[in-house]
């Protein structure tokens, strides 16, 4: 399945707040697409997630006391 232009700019929005805030909840994750103008659901995030993990490689993890997310 090829990934659109949006999907692309949605994973790197993703990935520069990983960098910039450790552990960003979901809820986090959406509100920073929302300061860059971009309106998603919550399941849109999780498949975003799977797809850098599983299509990309990322070594994304979720951190369960924390409730967030973090490159290991």
């Known amino acids: 399945m090829p990934v659109n ?15 910039k805030k450790r552990y960003p909840s979901l809820k986090s994750i959406i509100e920073y697409m ?10 849109t995030i999780e498949k975003d997630l799977d797809v850098m993990r599983n299509k ?14 973090y490159y290991t």
């Open 34 to 43: 929302e300061g860059n103008d971009i309106y998603i659901s919550r399941s």
């Open 56 to 69: 990309f490689s990322l070594p994304i993890e979720y951190d369960r006391y924390k409730e967030g997310y």
């Open 5 to 19: 232009k949006n999907a692309y700019l949605r994973y790197q929005l993703i990935n520069e707040l990983l960098q």
